[in-house]
């Protein structure tokens, strides 16, 4: 079983739709959790970062993060065409890059007009 | 917007070639870090560096990759000599590796084919 699993999709849906990304994990000692974007032919960009427990809010974009089951969550609301990306989630045990980050594939999203 | 530098933007090149790939790590950034992308496997670290000094190069196959960082400014990874398993896209981050809320930031890779 890999440290952090993401189901790769892809997923499409319509515009303005609400859309729920996933991953779950097996190591407990991961405290600092987040989610990237990817476009095409470009690097991942940083979009939530959260420590522990709890949710976080951004504009159209929650993350949220369970501890005790080993999940979390990234919510858009009202998706539009832009977010057409790949996202990744991403977790550390020591947080602020004093480890290496253990990435899920990535789950590719397209988002239609 | 401070970025991440990687040079080059693309390589393509035969097997049995080295390869070298440059990043320039954003200022201030004390932390470095080396991954590669593929479709199999998603994004690996390969190696990462502190002030310079190596801490970790466990994912690297140490028979052909290297990585240095000569100065504060630039990173290096070496592939010699290149395989065609090795074309995938490769990525350099960096960080404050300073705890709290300080996260990685990518450069837009180098995408590599080796033939």
């Known amino acids: 079983q890999k440290e952090v699993e993401q189901d790769p999709g892809p997923l499409s849906v319509p515009e303005g739709a609400i859309v729920s990304l996933n991953c779950t994990y097996s190591?407990?000692?991961?405290?600092?959790f987040m989610w990237y974007r990817q476009y095409s032919r470009k690097g991942p960009e940083l979009l939530m970062y959260t420590y522990s427990s709890g949710n976080k809010e951004d504009g159209r974009f929650t993350a949220q993060v369970d501890k005790s089951s080993k999940y979390i969550s990234l919510f858009i609301r009202d998706s539009q065409p832009s977010d057409s990306a790949t996202y990744l989630c991403a977790m550390e045990v020591y947080g602020g890059s004093q480890g290496n980050l253990i990435f899920g594939k990535g789950t590719k999203l397209s988002v239609k007009p | 917007d401070a970025r991440v530098t990687q040079t080059p933007r693309h390589k393509v090149t035969e097997m049995g070639q080295e390869v070298t790939m440059r990043c320039q790590p954003i200022?201030?950034?004390?932390?470095v870090f080396w991954y590669r992308q593929t479709m199999m496997q998603g994004l690996e670290l390969l190696a990462y560096?502190?002030?310079?000094?190596?801490?970790?190069d466990s994912g690297m196959p140490k028979d052909r990759f290297s990585a240095e960082m000569p100065d504060a400014t630039l990173a290096t990874l070496k592939i010699q000599p290149s395989e065609p398993r090795d074309s995938a896209v490769y990525f350099c981050?960096?960080?404050?590796?300073?705890?709290?809320?300080?996260?990685?930031?990518f450069g837009d890779g180098t995408r590599l084919s080796i033939l």
């Open positions: 981050a960096s960080g404050l590796g300073q705890g709290g809320n300080q996260p990685q930031h």
């Open positions: 200022l201030g950034h004390n932390t």
């Open positions: 560096f502190r002030n310079r000094a190596p801490l970790d």
């Open positions: 190591n407990s000692a991961f405290q600092y």
